[in-house]
């Protein structure tokens, strides 16, 4: 698809945080007229996409079907201190330097569960590549990593700014969630796909039809 010219002129980094940062761009309409942009960045500020044109991979999701009963997925409700308030997710974090995003979604299950988790090895890639979460606010990604959890419930792990509770969810209880609770995206459109799957198959879906 054929793309416009560059729409800014410079941008500046206003914040120096580990995780998270806030930029400044002086922007442009497409008349040339001149404004200020922000936005907030969870890569270097050498890396932003905006100078690389490259998609980068900063965080996933994992979507865990309960290798014990495949009817099941493990969810987890955590509290979020920008709404002051529980949320319904799935487990989720972000990829550390030399990780893949399946390594994260190991690790992270650990940290979050205390499960061990086991990737699924097939899939369209379509389904599985960086998406961006919310470009008009930030340029952070997120990956789908599929796959099984199993093992004992644990908080041996878990890091002591986060408070999850683990949830095993069955079909009319993720339906009552998307109807009743707050959820995040991510979550409600992988449980979208959970309320239709099969025992059997729990990732058909991941799986393009010719």
């Not at 799935?90 to 979050?112: N, T």
């Amino acid at each position: 698809m054929e793309e416009k010219g560059k729409k800014y002129t410079a941008v500046r980094k206003l914040t120096d945080n580990r995780f998270l940062n806030l930029y400044e761009m002086d922007a442009l309409t497409d008349k040339g007229r001149e404004f200020h942009y922000y936005f907030a960045s969870r890569n270097k500020e050498k890396e932003l996409p905006l100078l690389t044109g490259k998609i980068p991979s900063n965080g996933i999701v994992i979507y865990p079907v309960w290798k014990k009963e495949p009817d099941k997925l493990v969810m987890i409700r955590q509290y979020r201190y920008p709404l002051d308030a529980w949320i319904y997710e799935l487990p989720a974090g972000l990829i550390d330097e030399g990780e893949s995003p399946k390594e994260a979604a190991v690790r992270e299950m650990k940290e979050e569960t205390g499960l061990d988790f086991i990737p699924y090895e097939s899939g369209a890639s379509e389904f599985q590549k960086p998406f961006f979460l919310g470009a008009g606010m930030t340029d952070e990604t997120s990956t789908s990593v599929f796959g099984y959890a199993d093992g004992k419930l644990s908080d041996r792990f878990m890091e002591d700014t986060e408070s999850i509770e683990v949830l095993l969810v069955d079909r009319e209880e993720a339906l009552r969630v998307l109807r009743e609770e707050r959820l995040s995206l991510r979550a409600g459109f992988l449980l979208m796909e959970f309320v239709k799957m099969s025992r059997e198959d729990p990732f058909a879906f991941l799986h393009l039809k010719k």
